[in-house]
C-alpha cells in the first residue's frame, strides 16, 4: 500500500508563512503526478498546486506569486511554500499523488489524510 503523510498546518496571522511537507512511503515503483489541493468549509475540493509530467507545475490563479511547490525525488516528499496568507486560504489541505505501485497494472491516486490552515484576519 502507499501512504501520504501531511504535516506543517497551523494557524497563522495573515501575512504569515507556512511550509506544509507530504511525505509518500509503502510500494512505490514511481510516481507521476503530486499536488496540494484544498477544500474550504461549505466549498468543493479544489487544485492549488500541482506538478504533473516531468517538472510541469500548475497552480491556482488565487495563489499565484505568493505559494510554491517543491519536492525531493530522492525522498518522495512534496513541498508547499506559502507565504503571504490571507484569510480565503483557510482550508484543509490535502496531498494527492498518482503512483504506480510495485507489481501493478496501472496506477493509482493517494490522498493524505488533510492539515488545517487557518489565517487569522
Known amino acids: 500500500q502507499v501512504q501520504l503523510v501531511e504535516s506543517g498546518g497551523g494557524l497563522v496571522q495573515a501575512g504569515g508563512s507556512l511550509r506544509l511537507s507530504c511525505a509518500a512511503s509503502g510500494t512505490i515503483l514511481s510516481i507521476k503526478s503530486m499536488g496540494w489541493y484544498r477544500q474550504a468549509p461549505g466549498k468543493q475540493r479544489e487544485l492549488v498546486a500541482a506538478?504533473?509530467?516531468?517538472?510541469?507545475?500548475t497552480y491556482a490563479d488565487s495563489v499565484k506569486g505568493r505559494f510554491t511547490i517543491s519536492r525531493d525525488n530522492a525522498k518522495n516528499t512534496l513541498y508547499l511554500q506559502m507565504n503571504s496568507l490571507k484569510p480565503e486560504d483557510t482550508a484543509v489541505y490535502y496531498c494527492n499523488a498518482r503512483v504506480r505501485r510495485l507489481f501493478a497494472t496501472r496506477e493509482y491516486d493517494y490522498w493524505g489524510q488533510g492539515t488545517q490552515v487557518t489565517v487569522s484576519s
Open positions: 506538478f504533473s509530467s516531468g517538472d510541469t507545475t
